[in-house]
């Protein structure tokens, strides 16, 4: 694990390590916390809908433009019998990071908001905006979903950018997905079903992760070839 972690770290810069280890994290829980000032339990969406952008405009300082067919496609790593097996290991851990980052920040900020506030006020919320209800499996099962689909948000995001690798248009593709991720929000009401949506998410963000890879790996193995 060691060896595939050096290999992830070989792409990134200390400047990239520090904001998206460090940085992205703290100030998405802080956002969140700020909103739940506001708006209770709900400032875990924000967290949510928020974290893709920020992953999609880092990843412009990770392989930002690896697909795009005029930029450079690190034709140096061909002159190393390891090098695309470097990519490739560089692209699934980055892509596992991603997972636990939506993970961490959004449990974190679930447990800030909840301890700051008496459980019956919590019910109290949820039962007034409609979304979580008071059992644990069905408050457990949403907060999985927020994962989901701020994961899948922002490999989907990471995967387009990549054809650009510009910084303006990494800003729409982080907007669009902004607005993509508030429409999931729309599936909270069919809270009955929510370990179903789960599951299809699951299925639906375990495809889109291999596809990435896929297509990152093939635009890079073409080098200088219009692939």
């Not at 506001?38 to 405009?57: K, Q, R, S």
């Not at 510009?166 to 999931?184: H, P, R």
Request: hydrophobic share 55%; net charge positive.
């Amino acid at each position: 694990m060691g060896k595939k972690i050096k290999s992830y770290l070989a792409f990134t810069s200390p400047l990239y390590r520090i904001a998206v280890y460090l940085l992205v994290p703290a100030g998405m829980v802080g956002i969140g916390l700020w909103a739940g000032g506001t708006f209770g339990e709900m400032g875990v969406m924000f967290t949510a809908v928020l974290l893709p952008a920020a992953e999609i405009l880092s990843d412009g300082w990770f392989l930002g433009g690896i697909q795009n067919k005029d930029a450079v496609k690190l034709n140096y790593l061909k002159t190393s019998g390891q090098g695309m097996k470097m990519l490739r290991t560089a692209l699934i851990v980055d892509l596992i990071r991603k997972f636990f980052t939506a993970l961490g920040t959004i449990l974190v900020c679930y447990l800030f908001l909840r301890a700051g506030r008496a459980w019956d006020e919590i019910d109290i919320s949820f039962s007034r905006v409609g979304m979580i209800g008071t059992s644990a499996w069905e408050e457990g099962a949403v907060l999985l979903y927020f994962v989901l689909f701020s994961y899948l948000t922002s490999v989907l995001g990471t995967f387009f950018s990549r054809y650009s690798g510009t910084l303006w248009m990494s800003m729409v593709i982080g907007y669009g997905a902004m607005q993509f991720a508030s429409l999931c929000m729309l599936l909270l009401i069919f809270l009955n079903y929510i370990v179903v949506i789960d599951v299809f998410f699951c299925m639906i963000s375990l495809g889109v992760s291999v596809l990435a890879v896929r297509v990152a790996m093939k635009k890079a193995e073409g080098g200088s070839y219009d692939q």
